[in-house]
């Protein structure tokens, strides 16, 4: 092998190495963002509300890899939409950094899901208010009330999520199979982190 193959062999080498150091820091392990989830559902929700909700959440989201983005755009950790992160970055000012920073990523995701669940309260859902947060942030807090006015016509409590998973496939113009998939998906990833936001790992 000639000086300059050589040469650019090991650019080359050094090039996938970057190219995987960058990977590696995008994806990261499980529990790379904890701190970040803690601090942050601890400011918009509260030292009692269980953190692990949004860990649970950006695990269904983009398995937790800050370098993710959906065919349709959605960025990050939490897959926000540059235009809902910028106006959830002008109503919150110490989000001070672009979209796909990790730490502002989660902190908007779980800026949005602050206003959905305070949207929700004030329509007198209780119960199953974590449900109508995590619906609505997947398909929209429009959509979710769309739900509602058809549980309403077959007379069914409109607070009732197991209600509004049954008048779903009647709902026009709703991908209802993903936004229940969705919130599914986040509470089984809740079910399998521990009471310290560890991925609990099953041993044969």
Known sequence: MTSRSAGIALLACAG?????????QGRGRSDHYDETFRKYSKRYFGA??????????????????????????????????????????????????AINDPEWNIAAGISYDRRLWDQWAADSVTVHRREFMLASYNA??????????????????????????????????????????YVRKIDGHLAKLDEHGRLIVSRP
């Open 16 to 24: 996938l190495l970057v190219a995987g150091t960058a990977a590696a």
């Open 140 to 181: 929209g807090r429009g959509t979710i009330l769309g739900a509602q006015s058809a549980a309403r016509a077959r007379q069914l409590d409109e607070r009732s999520w197991p209600n509004i998973e049954t008048v779903a496939p009647t709902v026009p113009r709703w991908r209802w199979r993903e936004t229940i998939g």
């Open 48 to 97: 009692t509300y269980d953190w692990r909700v949004f860990k649970a959440q950006g695990l269904a989201e983009s398995n937790l890899d800050s370098l993710a983005r959906s065919r349709f755009g959605a960025r990050g950790v939490m897959q926000l939409m540059p235009t809902t992160f910028r106006e959830i970055a002008s109503r919150n000012p110490e989000i001070r950094r």
